[in-house]
């Protein structure tokens, strides 16, 4: 037995756009576990579509490897497309065909037959909550909808491995929150999950494990909680001064249980360890540069991104 | 959820179960098309039949009745002489409509051949399924306008067959070529071009097809003769003659079988790269 997930070896991925060479991948090794919700996390253009497109055949590797359920994507691409299931960023359903139509027609195409393609349509449709607009055409559904429909899709010819590129990328938070429930319900039913994502609540909250990449490298990879405490950091505290300067950040960094400071437009952000009276000396320092307002929080994946790079998530 | 989800696969297919599993996505995507082909038959079948039946009322049925005739020479009807040449247009018109018209849509704007590339067989595979039932639907606009242009002129009409296979082979080859020259135009327009890409290739192409004249009474016109051989449908149009019409001057059989073969390779290969460029990156 071949092991199952997929495991990415020094991928990487040059694009000629315009005479000019864009690096998208920069020689990324990645595993993803057979069982377990993956999340890629980064901004846009960080190289989460590319990994996605090649792991899924649909993109060619400038070099290295990439094996899904122990098959060489470029080596038996029809193979490999057998065992995935794939929901891109673009709306893709088969606007020619009713949304049942578009279910079955899917299942034929991966081999059942067609009495039987029709009874797994319907059994989606149910499973889906979708049944009422079976015979709708893919042009007269919601956002949230169509997406639903394009996970039942591609999980109908019972994939182990689902890829999901930014699947909730322009949904309204209700949609959203289905659709992680229903993520949910095929990591349970040992679906192989790979999903990418530039909402850290979404990685946060769904995944086993993430990985962070930016300009076509990965920065960290672990679990969630894990990559929280490496930042070793209890509390955020965001400070939003009139006058912020160097000189303030400085002395900032320099407070006893201060572990960063990085200033950010108007706004410092202090990352702190739970030791006693840095609140107070921190509050003293801002009030010199005039300290409009403060937010303090528990440190997320976006702190995390942003203590990596110094850059927000939302590009 | 029925059961049988996350099975492992293992990484080697056998040979006999990798050919079933192409078989069967190539029967799916057939499956997939004659469905939306039975939806859209009505269109389909106006955009096929009313050029050629206005074509054959107007000229081969309204001019005889008042008298105002084309010179044919010879003594052949004009009714007779674009038989073949509205058959062959009917096939080449439809052969890269039924495949360019979908796909500059399916790449440029909506990407929904996705799912399709994502079938479980090699990506060239979906791009020959295409051509193969396009050349069908191709074929069967062909048959489909044979009865008007048999029956609506007005002076007569003489069709004979004396060889059956030869038409068959001129017909489907008509097709697949059509096809083809169909999915080379898809893969290299995008949506906004579409209607120049018609304006500039297919209709140049049906209106210097030799559809109106035989091939052979363009001699006087020797630059355009010989201008003419890169258009497919010339030597469509003469096979069919030669199939359907052989009291009409027509190609010897070697030539426009030769070049409609040369020309689907040539057209088969364009397509095909193209095909794989636009999919996968």
């Known amino acids: 037995m071949e092991p199952a997930g997929i495991v990415i070896e020094k991928l990487a991925k040059m694009y000629a756009r315009r005479g000019s060479e864009v690096h998208a991948l920069k020689g990324i090794d990645l595993e993803v576990r057979g069982g377990e919700i993956f999340g890629l ?117 019972h994939p182990s491995v689902l890829f999901l590129d930014e699947p909730t990328a322009g949904l309204d938070p209700q949609s959203r929150l289905a659709l992680w429930e229903t993520i949910e319900g095929m990591h349970a039913r040992g679906i192989t999950v790979f999903l990418t994502t530039h909402y850290m609540e979404e990685a946060e909250s769904l995944c086993d494990r993430v990985a962070i990449i930016d300009h076509g490298q990965i920065l960290v990879l672990d679990t969630p909680q894990a990559l929280k405490r490496s930042i070793s950091a209890e509390t955020v505290i965001e400070l939003r001064l009139e006058a912020p300067n160097d000189a303030l950040v400085e002395r900032l960094r320099a407070l006893p249980g201060v572990v960063s400071a990085q200033a950010s437009g108007d706004a410092v952000r202090v990352l702190t360890a739970s030791q006693d009276g840095v609140l107070p000396r921190i509050l003293a320092e801002a009030n010199s540069a005039g300290l409009k307002d403060m937010t303090m929080t528990k440190p997320t994946l976006e702190t995390v991104f942003i203590s990596l790079t110094g850059r927000d998530l939302r590009e | 959820m029925s059961s049988g989800s996350a099975t492992l696969e293992s990484s080697t297919l056998a040979p006999r179960a990798r050919r079933a599993m192409y078989a069967r996505a190539f029967y799916g995507l ?36 008042i008298g105002q005739q084309f010179q044919s ?175 009409v001057p027509h190609m010897h059989p070697w030539a426009f079988f030769g070049a409609l073969l040369a020309l689907f390779a040539l057209l088969m290969w364009m397509a095909l790269s193209g095909f794989l460029r636009r999919v996968i990156d």
Request: glycine share 8%.
């Open chain 2, 30 to 65: 057939i499956r997939r098309d004659m469905r939306v082909a039975r939806r859209e038959a009505f269109q389909l079948s106006m955009r096929t039949i009313m050029n050629p039946f206005l074509f054959v009322f107007v000229f081969a049925y309204v001019f005889p009745k």
């Open chain 1, 41 to 157: 996390l980064g901004p846009n253009g960080a190289g989460k579509t590319t990994t996605v497109g090649v792991c899924t055949t649909r993109v060619k590797a400038t070099s290295g490897r990439v094996t899904v359920n122990g098959i060489d994507v470029r080596a038996d691409a029809p193979a490999v497309k057998r065992s995935i299931g794939v929901v891109t960023q673009f709306r893709t359903l088969d606007r020619s065909l009713t949304i049942r139509e578009n279910l079955a027609m899917h299942a034929m195409y991966f081999g059942l037959h067609p009495k039987d393609a029709w009874v797994r349509a319907d059994e989606l449709l149910a499973d889906f909550r979708l049944s009422e607009r079976a015979g709708a055409f893919p042009d007269e559904l919601s956002g949230g909808m169509a997406q639903r429909v394009q996970v039942a899709r591609a999980i109908a010819h």
């Open chain 2, 73 to 247: 020479g010879g003594g052949i009807s004009f009714a007779t002489i674009i038989v073949p040449g509205l058959i062959g247009s009917a096939i080449i018109f439809n052969g890269i409509s039924a495949v360019a018209l979908p796909l500059v849509m399916e790449f440029g704007a909506t990407r929904e051949i996705e799912d399709r590339v994502m079938a479980p067989l090699p990506t060239a595979a979906v791009a020959v399924e295409k051509i193969v039932f396009s050349a069908a639907q191709a074929v069967v606009a062909g048959l489909v306008v044979f009865p008007f242009v048999y029956l609506i002129p007005s002076t007569p009409v003489s069709v004979h067959v004396n060889n059956w296979p030869l038409l068959i082979g001129v017909f489907l080859l008509a097709g697949l070529v059509s096809s083809a020259l169909g999915m080379a135009i898809g893969t290299v327009a995008n949506p906004r071009q579409i209607g120049l890409v018609f304006a500039l290739i297919v209709i140049p192409v049906t209106f210097l097809g030799c559809v109106y004249y035989p091939w052979a009474r363009l001699h006087p016109i020797l630059w355009l003769q010989i201008l003419v051989l890169i258009n497919p449908l010339v030597y469509i149009s003469e096979g069919l003659r030669t199939a359907l019409t052989p009291s």
